[in-house]
């Protein structure tokens, strides 16, 4: 449970330094143009570690045809956080992070990747408006 809560302790002074809003498992990530974008927070065990999981979701996959996947999964190979991944039949940008010892810099990097890159994807696997 300390982990866990100097994890949302660094979370919380990262979202105070960048205007970011925090809120019991979700993160407002301000974006380009007045968007916004919500990164969720889970944490989970794996391996006798407890481990902090950063997503965002994109929207139902079905419809998204195959060429353009594949295309998306290959940019995500060269991003320095998060990959795109399925979660109960929705797109999502995921990260995962060590919840024991949080690294602030680390943290706000992933968090603004993961938001910037749904946004896009979103807009352009999608079709949406992007900022959730």
Not at 27 to 39: K, Y
Not at 62 to 79: D, K, S, V, W, Y
Not at 85 to 103: E, F, Q, Y
Request: one cysteine or more.
């Amino acid at each position: 449970m300390a982990d866990r809560e100097t994890f949302q302790r660094v979370l919380s002074e990262v979202c105070e330094r960048n205007g970011w809003r925090a809120g019991g498992s979700q993160v407002e990530i301000a974006l380009a143009d007045d968007r916004r974008r919500a990164v969720r927070l889970e944490f989970f065990d794996f391996e006798g570690r407890e481990r902090a999981r950063l997503y965002s979701e994109l929207g139902n996959a079905e419809g998204i045809r195959p060429l353009r996947l594949t295309q998306a999964l290959g940019i995500t190979f060269g991003l320095p956080h998060g990959a795109l991944a399925l979660r109960n039949g929705d797109l999502v940008m995921v990260d995962t992070l060590p919840s024991d010892k949080p690294d602030a810099l680390e943290l706000e990097a992933s968090l603004r990747c993961l938001a910037e890159q749904a946004d896009h994807f979103e807009r352009t696997l999608l079709g949406g408006g992007g900022a959730r």
